[in-house]
């Protein structure tokens, strides 16, 4: 599992490279997204242990939003947790120093747009096995 943001990076790289696009404007944006969306405030996170600033924006944002995503959905080892149950761990994951405090506020501030990529976006049913 912890392998996914370098193995994702190296896709990345070997796609941007061979579509001859590894210059775009943004490419290290991307880049920073794909590798280092599961590092954490505190350095616990990986894959290289970064802290604090060291972590670009963006991979903030994005940790924030995929820890909502996963909260807030169906998986075969747990139910979906309400919106108002995801924020309330976001908080504390952001008063521990996990995560940036003012991107879960950022996102805290979005209740309609949660509320209609919700909507659009159902959760498919998780199979159950017989």
């Not at 604090?52 to 940790?63: H, K, T, W, Y």
């Not at 149950?85 to 996102?107: H, N, P, Y």
């Amino acid at each position: 599992m912890k392998t996914h943001t370098t193995k994702g990076r190296e896709m990345v790289d070997r796609i941007t490279e061979d579509l001859g696009i590894g210059t775009l404007r943004h490419d290290t944006v991307m880049r920073n997204i794909v590798e280092l969306h599961h590092e954490t405030l505190d350095g616990s996170g990986y894959p290289h242990g970064l802290s604090g600033d060291e972590i670009p924006l963006e991979a903030r944002i994005v940790s924030v939003a995929d820890i909502f995503d996963a909260l807030t959905s169906e998986r075969p080892y747990k139910e979906p947790w309400s919106v108002s149950e995801a924020f309330d761990e976001l908080d504390r994951m952001a008063a521990a120093g996990r995560i940036d405090a003012t991107c879960v506020g950022a996102l805290r501030r979005a209740p309609d747009e949660i509320s209609s990529i919700l909507f659009r976006h159902p959760e498919p049913p998780v199979p159950t096995t017989p």
